[in-house]
Protein backbone atom coordinates (compact mmCIF):
# COMPACT_ATOMS: atom_id res chain seq x y z
CA UNK A 1 0.00 0.00 0.00
CA UNK A 2 2.26 2.45 -1.22
CA UNK A 3 -0.35 5.53 -1.30
CA UNK A 4 -1.33 5.14 2.52
CA UNK A 5 2.74 6.00 3.50
CA UNK A 6 3.01 8.77 1.74
CA UNK A 7 3.48 11.72 4.10
CA UNK A 8 1.49 14.11 0.96
CA UNK A 9 -1.37 15.92 2.85
CA UNK A 10 -3.70 15.28 -0.15
CA UNK A 11 -2.88 11.48 -0.36
CA UNK A 12 -5.77 9.40 0.72
CA UNK A 13 -4.20 7.80 2.85
CA UNK A 14 -2.81 10.31 5.27
CA UNK A 15 -6.63 11.73 5.13
CA UNK A 16 -7.44 8.41 6.76
CA UNK A 17 -4.17 8.23 9.46
CA UNK A 18 -5.15 11.52 10.75
CA UNK A 19 -8.93 10.91 10.08
CA UNK A 20 -8.94 7.88 12.43
CA UNK A 21 -6.22 9.87 15.01
CA UNK A 22 -9.44 12.21 15.25
CA UNK A 23 -11.97 9.28 15.64
CA UNK A 24 -9.18 8.26 18.40
CA UNK A 25 -9.87 11.58 19.74
CA UNK A 26 -13.29 11.55 19.99
CA UNK A 27 -13.52 8.16 21.52
CA UNK A 28 -11.27 9.03 23.97
CA UNK A 29 -13.03 12.06 25.16
CA UNK A 30 -16.40 9.96 25.90
CA UNK A 31 -14.19 7.21 27.98
CA UNK A 32 -16.09 4.73 26.04
CA UNK A 33 -14.72 1.08 26.90
CA UNK A 34 -13.79 -1.03 24.04
CA UNK A 35 -13.53 -4.62 23.48
CA UNK A 36 -15.82 -5.03 26.55
CA UNK A 37 -13.37 -3.31 29.00
CA UNK A 38 -14.11 -1.04 31.70
CA UNK A 39 -13.28 2.80 30.23
CA UNK A 40 -10.10 3.68 31.91
CA UNK A 41 -9.57 7.60 32.89
CA UNK A 42 -8.67 9.25 29.93
CA UNK A 43 -4.94 10.31 29.80
CA UNK A 44 -4.61 12.55 26.44
CA UNK A 45 -1.05 12.07 24.69
CA UNK A 46 0.64 13.38 21.90
CA UNK A 47 2.03 11.11 19.09
CA UNK A 48 3.67 12.25 16.13
CA UNK A 49 1.69 10.16 13.01
CA UNK A 50 4.07 10.79 10.03
CA UNK A 51 5.45 13.99 10.88
CA UNK A 52 2.11 15.39 12.65
CA UNK A 53 1.28 15.79 15.65
CA UNK A 54 -1.84 14.12 16.66
CA UNK A 55 -3.53 14.56 20.43
CA UNK A 56 -5.52 11.87 22.22
CA UNK A 57 -7.18 10.05 24.81
CA UNK A 58 -5.50 6.65 25.44
CA UNK A 59 -8.79 5.35 26.05
CA UNK A 60 -10.38 3.24 23.22
CA UNK A 61 -12.90 4.30 20.88
CA UNK A 62 -16.01 1.54 19.74
CA UNK A 63 -14.35 -1.86 18.88
CA UNK A 64 -16.24 -2.97 15.94
CA UNK A 65 -15.98 0.78 13.70
CA UNK A 66 -12.57 0.63 14.86
CA UNK A 67 -11.89 -2.84 13.50
CA UNK A 68 -14.26 -1.28 10.27
CA UNK A 69 -11.83 1.78 9.88
CA UNK A 70 -8.43 -0.36 9.88
CA UNK A 71 -9.65 -2.69 7.64
CA UNK A 72 -11.03 -0.03 5.29
CA UNK A 73 -7.69 1.54 5.41
CA UNK A 74 -5.45 -1.10 5.37
CA UNK A 75 -7.02 -2.56 1.97
CA UNK A 76 -7.99 0.66 0.31
CA UNK A 77 -11.34 0.14 0.67
CA UNK A 78 -12.86 3.87 0.52
CA UNK A 79 -16.27 3.40 0.42
CA UNK A 80 -16.29 1.06 3.53
CA UNK A 81 -13.92 3.58 5.30
CA UNK A 82 -16.25 6.79 4.41
CA UNK A 83 -19.22 5.21 5.67
CA UNK A 84 -17.73 3.74 8.78
CA UNK A 85 -16.78 7.99 9.54
CA UNK A 86 -19.77 9.17 8.89
CA UNK A 87 -21.87 6.51 11.45
CA UNK A 88 -19.23 8.16 13.67
CA UNK A 89 -20.20 11.33 12.74
CA UNK A 90 -23.83 10.78 13.17
CA UNK A 91 -23.03 8.86 16.68
CA UNK A 92 -20.70 11.94 17.55
CA UNK A 93 -23.92 14.39 16.46
CA UNK A 94 -26.23 12.89 18.57
CA UNK A 95 -24.37 12.61 21.65
CA UNK A 96 -24.35 16.47 20.65
CA UNK A 97 -20.31 16.80 19.94
CA UNK A 98 -21.28 18.72 17.10
CA UNK A 99 -18.07 20.03 16.83
CA UNK A 100 -16.02 17.16 17.25
CA UNK A 101 -18.87 16.15 14.00
CA UNK A 102 -18.26 18.49 11.74
CA UNK A 103 -14.77 17.78 11.66
CA UNK A 104 -15.04 14.18 10.91
CA UNK A 105 -17.44 15.35 8.25
CA UNK A 106 -14.96 17.83 6.83
CA UNK A 107 -12.40 15.45 5.93
CA UNK A 108 -14.67 13.14 3.95
CA UNK A 109 -15.65 16.36 1.95
CA UNK A 110 -12.45 17.08 0.70
CA UNK A 111 -11.82 16.47 -2.96
CA UNK A 112 -9.97 12.44 -3.12
CA UNK A 113 -7.41 12.29 -5.99
CA UNK A 114 -7.49 9.97 -8.33
CA UNK A 115 -5.54 6.32 -7.92
CA UNK A 116 -1.96 6.94 -8.64
CA UNK A 117 -1.01 4.81 -12.02
CA UNK A 118 0.84 2.00 -11.56
CA UNK A 119 4.52 2.82 -12.23
CA UNK A 120 5.42 0.87 -15.28
CA UNK A 121 9.33 -0.73 -15.02
CA UNK A 122 11.14 -0.62 -17.97
CA UNK A 123 14.03 -3.64 -18.35
CA UNK A 124 17.33 -2.14 -19.31
CA UNK A 125 18.16 -5.14 -21.66
CA UNK A 126 15.55 -4.56 -23.70
CA UNK A 127 12.82 -6.63 -23.27
CA UNK A 128 15.05 -10.60 -23.67
CA UNK A 129 16.06 -11.07 -20.54
CA UNK A 130 20.18 -10.61 -21.48
CA UNK A 131 20.46 -12.95 -24.06
CA UNK A 132 21.30 -10.84 -26.54
CA UNK A 133 23.10 -7.66 -26.58
CA UNK A 134 22.77 -4.96 -29.79
CA UNK A 135 24.93 -3.78 -32.06
CA UNK A 136 24.54 -0.24 -34.45
CA UNK A 137 25.56 -0.89 -37.29
CA UNK A 138 28.06 1.59 -38.53
CA UNK A 139 29.59 -0.83 -41.80
CA UNK A 140 28.18 -0.97 -45.68
CA UNK A 141 28.33 -3.71 -47.62
CA UNK A 142 30.36 -1.32 -49.66
CA UNK A 143 33.10 -0.79 -47.54
CA UNK A 144 33.75 -4.84 -46.76
CA UNK A 145 36.20 -6.52 -49.08
CA UNK A 146 34.00 -9.35 -50.40
CA UNK A 147 34.84 -11.64 -53.13
CA UNK A 148 31.85 -11.75 -56.06
CA UNK A 149 30.81 -14.51 -55.30
CA UNK A 150 30.14 -13.60 -51.52
CA UNK A 151 29.09 -10.44 -52.40
CA UNK A 152 26.35 -11.00 -55.11
CA UNK A 153 23.76 -13.32 -52.90
CA UNK A 154 24.06 -11.10 -49.97
CA UNK A 155 23.31 -8.31 -52.27
CA UNK A 156 20.08 -10.49 -53.65
CA UNK A 157 18.85 -11.54 -50.28
CA UNK A 158 19.28 -7.75 -49.03
CA UNK A 159 16.83 -6.99 -51.89
CA UNK A 160 14.63 -9.72 -51.29
CA UNK A 161 14.51 -8.28 -47.76
CA UNK A 162 13.68 -4.90 -49.49
CA UNK A 163 10.67 -5.90 -51.80
CA UNK A 164 9.54 -8.46 -49.39
CA UNK A 165 6.04 -7.39 -50.21
CA UNK A 166 6.42 -7.68 -54.28
CA UNK A 167 7.33 -11.31 -52.95
CA UNK A 168 4.57 -12.10 -50.90
CA UNK A 169 1.85 -11.14 -53.28
CA UNK A 170 3.12 -13.92 -55.50
CA UNK A 171 3.51 -15.90 -52.78
CA UNK A 172 7.23 -16.05 -52.44
CA UNK A 173 8.62 -15.57 -49.08
CA UNK A 174 12.10 -13.87 -48.96
CA UNK A 175 15.29 -15.74 -48.24
CA UNK A 176 16.30 -14.70 -44.81
CA UNK A 177 18.80 -17.97 -43.31
CA UNK A 178 22.25 -17.19 -43.31
CA UNK A 179 25.52 -19.79 -42.96
CA UNK A 180 29.11 -18.64 -42.67
CA UNK A 181 31.86 -20.01 -42.55
CA UNK A 182 35.90 -19.76 -42.96
CA UNK A 183 38.97 -19.01 -40.64
CA UNK A 184 38.54 -16.11 -38.24
CA UNK A 185 39.00 -12.84 -38.72
CA UNK A 186 38.11 -12.35 -42.43
CA UNK A 187 34.52 -10.70 -42.17
CA UNK A 188 32.00 -12.73 -41.30
CA UNK A 189 30.25 -10.40 -38.04
CA UNK A 190 31.45 -7.28 -40.36
CA UNK A 191 29.44 -8.71 -42.84
CA UNK A 192 26.45 -9.65 -40.37
CA UNK A 193 26.83 -5.64 -39.37
CA UNK A 194 26.81 -4.67 -43.11
CA UNK A 195 23.32 -6.75 -43.96
CA UNK A 196 21.91 -5.48 -41.07
CA UNK A 197 22.86 -1.57 -42.06
CA UNK A 198 22.10 -2.14 -45.54
CA UNK A 199 18.09 -2.95 -44.32
CA UNK A 200 18.30 -0.47 -41.44
CA UNK A 201 17.76 -2.71 -39.16
CA UNK A 202 19.10 -3.38 -35.33
CA UNK A 203 21.44 -6.49 -34.93
CA UNK A 204 21.32 -8.65 -32.22
CA UNK A 205 24.64 -10.80 -31.37
CA UNK A 206 23.68 -13.76 -29.34
CA UNK A 207 25.22 -14.07 -25.60
CA UNK A 208 26.14 -17.85 -25.55
CA UNK A 209 27.14 -16.72 -21.44
CA UNK A 210 23.84 -15.70 -20.48
CA UNK A 211 22.23 -18.45 -23.20
CA UNK A 212 23.79 -22.07 -22.14
CA UNK A 213 22.49 -22.97 -18.40
CA UNK A 214 23.95 -26.13 -16.38
CA UNK A 215 21.09 -27.75 -15.28
CA UNK A 216 18.65 -29.98 -17.65
CA UNK A 217 16.17 -27.82 -19.83
CA UNK A 218 17.75 -24.71 -18.53
CA UNK A 219 19.19 -23.75 -21.89
CA UNK A 220 16.56 -24.84 -24.78
CA UNK A 221 14.46 -22.81 -22.36
CA UNK A 222 16.44 -19.60 -22.83
CA UNK A 223 16.47 -20.30 -26.51
CA UNK A 224 12.55 -20.39 -26.82
CA UNK A 225 12.67 -16.84 -24.88
CA UNK A 226 15.38 -15.63 -27.50
CA UNK A 227 13.56 -16.65 -30.36
CA UNK A 228 10.33 -15.35 -29.02
CA UNK A 229 11.27 -12.14 -28.45
CA UNK A 230 13.41 -11.86 -31.85
CA UNK A 231 10.10 -12.83 -33.78
CA UNK A 232 8.52 -9.56 -32.99
CA UNK A 233 11.49 -7.56 -34.48
CA UNK A 234 12.56 -6.78 -38.02
CA UNK A 235 15.94 -7.40 -37.34
CA UNK A 236 19.30 -9.49 -38.20
CA UNK A 237 20.11 -12.15 -35.17
CA UNK A 238 23.21 -12.62 -35.20
CA UNK A 239 25.48 -16.32 -33.75
CA UNK A 240 28.43 -16.24 -33.65
CA UNK A 241 30.65 -19.33 -33.07
CA UNK A 242 27.32 -21.41 -34.24
CA UNK A 243 29.22 -24.65 -33.66
CA UNK A 244 28.80 -23.91 -29.66
CA UNK A 245 25.10 -24.76 -30.48
CA UNK A 246 25.18 -26.91 -33.49
CA UNK A 247 27.24 -29.43 -32.60
CA UNK A 248 26.72 -32.86 -34.37
CA UNK A 249 24.31 -34.80 -32.53
CA UNK A 250 26.11 -38.17 -33.64
CA UNK A 251 29.24 -37.28 -31.36
CA UNK A 252 30.03 -40.14 -28.62
CA UNK A 253 31.71 -37.11 -26.65
CA UNK A 254 28.34 -35.24 -26.27
CA UNK A 255 25.84 -35.45 -23.43
CA UNK A 256 22.09 -35.99 -24.17
CA UNK A 257 21.17 -32.24 -23.02
CA UNK A 258 23.63 -30.93 -26.47
CA UNK A 259 21.68 -33.05 -28.76
CA UNK A 260 18.31 -32.04 -26.92
CA UNK A 261 19.40 -28.37 -27.56
CA UNK A 262 20.66 -28.88 -31.02
CA UNK A 263 17.03 -30.55 -31.75
CA UNK A 264 15.44 -27.41 -29.89
CA UNK A 265 17.72 -24.68 -31.88
CA UNK A 266 16.99 -26.58 -35.13
CA UNK A 267 13.28 -26.16 -34.98
CA UNK A 268 13.71 -22.46 -33.42
CA UNK A 269 15.05 -21.55 -36.66
CA UNK A 270 12.22 -23.34 -38.98
CA UNK A 271 9.70 -21.57 -37.22
CA UNK A 272 11.40 -17.69 -37.47
CA UNK A 273 9.30 -15.36 -40.07
CA UNK A 274 11.47 -13.88 -42.80
CA UNK A 275 11.48 -10.81 -41.22
CA UNK A 276 13.88 -11.61 -39.13
CA UNK A 277 17.32 -12.58 -41.01
CA UNK A 278 19.20 -15.13 -38.89
CA UNK A 279 23.31 -15.13 -39.41
CA UNK A 280 25.51 -17.80 -38.51
CA UNK A 281 29.52 -18.01 -38.21
CA UNK A 282 31.59 -20.33 -37.44
CA UNK A 283 35.34 -21.11 -38.08
CA UNK A 284 34.86 -25.11 -37.31
CA UNK A 285 31.82 -26.08 -40.46
CA UNK A 286 33.19 -29.73 -40.13
CA UNK A 287 31.44 -29.56 -36.41
CA UNK A 288 28.13 -28.59 -37.28
CA UNK A 289 25.35 -31.35 -37.16
CA UNK A 290 24.32 -32.57 -40.44
CA UNK A 291 20.82 -31.30 -39.62
CA UNK A 292 21.96 -27.61 -39.42
CA UNK A 293 23.02 -27.16 -43.20
CA UNK A 294 20.06 -27.49 -44.80
CA UNK A 295 18.71 -25.01 -42.49
CA UNK A 296 20.27 -22.24 -44.33
CA UNK A 297 19.07 -20.85 -47.68
CA UNK A 298 22.95 -19.14 -48.20
CA UNK A 299 25.90 -21.14 -47.18
CA UNK A 300 28.97 -18.99 -48.11
CA UNK A 301 32.58 -19.24 -47.47
CA UNK A 302 34.67 -16.07 -46.47
CA UNK A 303 38.64 -17.25 -47.02
CA UNK A 304 41.63 -15.35 -46.01
CA UNK A 305 42.57 -12.29 -48.48
CA UNK A 306 44.10 -12.96 -51.80
CA UNK A 307 46.93 -10.92 -53.49
CA UNK A 308 44.60 -8.95 -55.58
CA UNK A 309 42.40 -8.30 -52.89
CA UNK A 310 45.33 -6.84 -50.89
CA UNK A 311 46.45 -4.49 -53.49
CA UNK A 312 42.98 -3.31 -53.41
CA UNK A 313 43.15 -2.71 -49.63
CA UNK A 314 46.47 -0.57 -50.00
CA UNK A 315 44.83 1.30 -52.30
CA UNK A 316 42.04 2.40 -50.66
CA UNK A 317 44.21 3.06 -47.43
CA UNK A 318 46.29 5.62 -49.73
CA UNK A 319 43.38 7.28 -50.51
CA UNK A 320 41.95 7.57 -46.90
CA UNK A 321 45.51 8.83 -45.59
CA UNK A 322 45.34 11.03 -49.22
CA UNK A 323 49.33 10.50 -49.28
CA UNK A 324 51.54 7.75 -50.92
CA UNK A 325 53.03 4.86 -48.38
CA UNK A 326 56.66 5.64 -50.29
CA UNK A 327 56.62 1.81 -51.24
CA UNK A 328 54.29 0.34 -54.10
CA UNK A 329 51.06 -1.02 -52.91
CA UNK A 330 51.84 -4.21 -55.25
CA UNK A 331 55.37 -4.46 -52.98
CA UNK A 332 53.79 -4.20 -49.94
CA UNK A 333 50.55 -6.46 -50.66
CA UNK A 334 52.90 -8.94 -51.31
CA UNK A 335 55.68 -8.76 -48.56
CA UNK A 336 52.24 -8.22 -45.62
CA UNK A 337 50.86 -11.86 -46.13
CA UNK A 338 48.16 -11.45 -44.21
CA UNK A 339 45.68 -14.41 -42.49
CA UNK A 340 43.15 -12.56 -42.67
CA UNK A 341 40.95 -9.07 -42.90
CA UNK A 342 41.82 -8.18 -39.25
CA UNK A 343 45.03 -8.30 -39.37
CA UNK A 344 44.93 -6.18 -42.98
CA UNK A 345 43.19 -3.38 -40.40
CA UNK A 346 45.49 -3.42 -37.80
CA UNK A 347 48.13 -3.18 -39.72
CA UNK A 348 47.17 0.21 -41.40
CA UNK A 349 45.71 1.39 -37.44
CA UNK A 350 49.23 1.08 -36.68
CA UNK A 351 50.53 2.91 -39.23
CA UNK A 352 48.30 5.41 -38.73
CA UNK A 353 48.99 5.52 -35.17
CA UNK A 354 52.41 6.36 -35.49
CA UNK A 355 52.54 8.68 -38.31
CA UNK A 356 50.00 10.88 -36.06
CA UNK A 357 52.30 10.51 -33.17
CA UNK A 358 55.72 11.22 -34.94
CA UNK A 359 53.85 14.73 -36.67
CA UNK A 360 54.77 17.56 -37.13
CA UNK A 361 58.24 15.55 -38.98
CA UNK A 362 56.57 12.00 -39.79
CA UNK A 363 58.15 10.12 -42.59
CA UNK A 364 55.36 7.96 -43.68
CA UNK A 365 58.02 5.42 -45.82
CA UNK A 366 59.93 5.00 -42.72
CA UNK A 367 56.75 3.63 -40.30
CA UNK A 368 55.90 1.65 -42.96
CA UNK A 369 59.09 -0.35 -43.45
CA UNK A 370 59.53 -0.24 -39.49
CA UNK A 371 55.82 -1.93 -39.15
CA UNK A 372 56.53 -4.63 -41.86
CA UNK A 373 59.58 -5.49 -39.75
CA UNK A 374 57.66 -5.45 -36.88
CA UNK A 375 55.10 -7.68 -38.21
CA UNK A 376 57.06 -10.05 -39.20
CA UNK A 377 57.89 -11.17 -36.00
CA UNK A 378 54.73 -11.39 -34.10
CA UNK A 379 53.80 -14.66 -32.49
CA UNK A 380 51.23 -16.35 -34.40
CA UNK A 381 49.16 -20.48 -34.57
CA UNK A 382 52.32 -21.41 -37.07
CA UNK A 383 55.07 -20.11 -34.78
CA UNK A 384 52.85 -20.95 -31.66
CA UNK A 385 53.53 -24.76 -32.65
CA UNK A 386 56.86 -24.97 -33.88
CA UNK A 387 57.56 -23.63 -29.93
Known amino acids: MPQLL ?21 MASMGTPAFGCVAAPARRQSVDILGRKAHFSTAMPRADLLVNLVRAGSQGDQRTFRSTVEAMAAEERAKRHGPLADRLEENLRQPTPGPKAPEVVRSFDGGHGGLLYEMEPRRSLDSIFLDSTVL ?53 VVRYEAVVGSFLGETSGRLKRLFDF ?36 LLQIDALPSHVVVVTATN ?3 LLDRAVWRRFQLRLDLP ?9 WFERFESEVGMALGISVKTLASRFVAQNFSELEQFCLDVRRRYVLALPGADIKRIVADRLAQWKGRVGPATAAKD
Open 6 to 26: SMDPTNVGFRWLMTFALALEV
Open 152 to 204: QPVRELVEEQQRAELLRSYGIEPRHRVLLAGPPGNGKTTLAEGIAFELMVPLF
Open 230 to 265: ARTHHCVLFFDEFDTLGKERGDTHETGEIKRVVSSL
Open 284 to 286: HAE
Open 304 to 312: APTLAQRVA
